[in-house]
């Protein structure tokens, strides 16, 4: 039997509620602060991602599906948005169209990396980018938007982490004082930290290893070197939650390795996922645009794992969603009724109402157990002396209340599902 490739999942209709609950919260949200949906492709060439992620980085060293198409062209399906959206963000001339350009995604990426609880192979993402300002405020809308889905959803046990990387200057000052505190302790560290040494060191406060950990807790912090106007920002940002009543926390050693995040970086995690806590992600890129080849536009944004909100709240027990029903199921009482079975369903339905009728040629007995499990609302009988009078017999299965009509009726059923409905 052939299955799904390690690392992908199936998502039934037993499930697909949960989605639909989750995305149209998160469209519902974006639009209240004005953001539009942009649609990306699921490949972009590599040098996309290359540049615009970082080549050191583990994503596009280590997770990157690449292959090479017919055109011998090097394409990878996308592990991420941003870099994506800032290519459309500059190809359509956006910036050009409007000051400030508000967007917002929902879309499967791909990393071929471990997979485990909350994390696959190929997974979900929504997330926000705006382009065009500096202001702080649209930092703190970031974190705002992301906080109010997850609340919205009934999460409880969020924790929101903030900092700042400061502009490009202020960080290089401090990387070369964080390279003078790690000079005599690099063999201490693990191989991996040691490259990032060399290639991009603030990553080494990502190591999960218990020996760099314990090297990087009296490290110097990026945040004690920040710029002037870095510090400001980050005041707005943190007034602006504290007036908003979004609980915060400044962590000092959360970063962004890549050169072109500047200022503000945060992220919101949950306790209710395992080891792979953080459920969404995001800071300021002000360096990003200018680095994929546009003019110099600032830029902030953020990501969030939807399978991972899903399992935090299937652990919290949230989604306590209406089961799912359907308005009117068509019990066909005599066999050389199906035409006229499928006739009223279709009449039904172009007056966008939920119905099913047995396709099967079951008994009575058997359609009405159908019509139990798909929860139907009404019940109604084709068939009988009922029929052959011009009539059907309609069925409130709520209330087994039971009345009959005329066939030639059938829009006052119609109006009386759909008030029941409302």
Request: proline share 4%.
């Amino acid at each position: 039997m052939i299955k799904a490739i390690t690392g992908t999942k199936d998502i039934l209709p037993s499930d697909i509620r949960k989605w639909y609950h989750l995305e149209n919260l998160v469209r519902k949200i974006f639009q209240n602060f004005n953001y539009k949906e942009i649609r990306t492709p699921i490949f972009e060439e590599t040098s996309l991602f290359a540049r615009g992620i970082g080549e050191e980085t583990d994503i596009v060293s280590k997770e990157m599906y690449t292959f090479r198409d017919r055109s011998d062209t090097s394409i990878t399906l996308k592990p991420e948005m941003t870099a994506g959206v800032v290519r459309a963000f500059i190809e359509h001339s956006l910036g050009e169209k409007q000051p400030l350009t508000k967007v917002f995604y929902i879309s499967p990426m791909f990393r071929q990396e471990r997979p485990q609880a909350g994390r696959l192979r190929q997974f979900h993402q929504f997330g926000a980018e705006a382009l065009g300002s500096t202001s702080p405020l649209l930092d703190a809308e970031m974190i705002e938007m992301a906080f109010e889905i997850l609340t919205r959803l009934g999460l409880n046990d969020l924790s929101v982490k903030i900092n700042s990387l400061g502009i490009p200057s202020a960080r290089e000052n401090y990387k070369n004082e964080l390279r003078k505190y790690l000079s005599d302790k690099k063999d201490k560290l693990t191989e991996e930290s040691r490259i990032r040494f060399e290639k991009n060191i603030l990553r080494i406060f990502d190591s999960k290893a218990e020996q760099d950990q314990e090297i990087m807790k009296n490290a110097p912090l990026l945040i004690d070197y920040l710029d002037d106007e870095s510090k400001q920002d980050f005041e707005v940002v943190k007034k602006y939650l504290t007036d908003l009543n979004i609980p915060f926390e400044v962590d000092p050693k959360l970063v962004r390795g890549l050169d072109y995040y500047t200022k503000t970086t945060f992220e919101i995690i949950s306790g209710k996922v395992g080891a792979q806590s953080s459920l969404c992600g995001g800071g300021r890129y002000d360096l990003l645009v200018e680095e994929l080849g546009g003019k110099p536009t600032p830029g902030v944004g953020f990501a969030a794992g939807m399978e991972r909100i899903l399992l935090a709240c299937e652990n919290e027990n949230v989604l306590n969603l209406p089961e799912p029903y359907i308005d009117v199921y068509l019990v066909r009482i005599d066999s050389d009724l199906m035409l006229k079975v499928s006739e009223i369903a279709s009449s039904l339905r172009k007056n966008d109402l939920i119905v099913d009728y047995d396709y099967l040629n079951r008994s009575v007995k058997a359609q009405m157990r159908d019509a139990n499990k798909m929860n139907a609302r009404f019940v109604l009988f084709v068939g009988g002396d009922e029929f052959r009078n011009g009539e059907l017999l309609v069925k409130n299965l709520s209330t087994s209340e039971q009345e009959k009509i005329k066939v030639s009726e059938l829009s006052s059923l119609i109006n009386k599902i759909k008030m029941y409905g409302s």
